[in-house]
Nanobody
Framework: QVQLVESGGGSVQPGDSLKLSCVAS?????VAWFRQAPGKEREGLAS????????EYTSSVKGRFTISQDSAKKTVYLQMNNLKPEDTGRYYC?????????????????WGQGTQVTVSS
């Protein structure tokens, strides 16, 4: 059973940056970040396939968010720049052994507890 622990959330103002971290209890093949805003479904934001370093982003965060990995630390990061109020939500890290990037919830077997991000002036 892979365990994932997210950290790095907080309350910031529009235009600010945050860097989220997801630490895994063991090496995994594929990791993604999801966001769940109040009253909305959980949506995939960014995914990375560890073997090839391939990345995928949803359109709303492309150019503002960057997913990266430190394999030695079994950690995946989400650098979030130019944050907007609509980025508010709980951010979850998910992982599994898939062989390509994916932003679909059903593709992931392991989930963290999430970290809250609030963007407000």
């Amino acid at each position: 059973q892979v365990q994932l622990v997210e950290s790095g959330g907080g309350s910031v103002q529009p235009g600010d940056s945050l860097k989220l971290s997801c630490v895994a209890s063991e090496a995994v093949q594929r990791v993604a970040w999801f966001r769940q805003a109040p009253g909305k479904e959980r949506e995939g934001l960014a995914s990375i396939w560890a073997s090839a370093g391939r990345k995928e982003y949803t359109s709303s965060v492309k150019g503002r968010f960057t997913i990266s990995q430190d394999s030695a630390k079994k950690t995946v990061y989400l650098q979030m720049n130019n944050l907007k109020p609509e980025d508010t939500g709980r951010y979850y890290c998910a992982a599994d052994w898939g062989s390509r990037t994916s932003l679909r919830l059903r593709d992931y077997d392991y989930w963290g507890q999430g970290t809250q991000v609030t963007v407000s002036s």
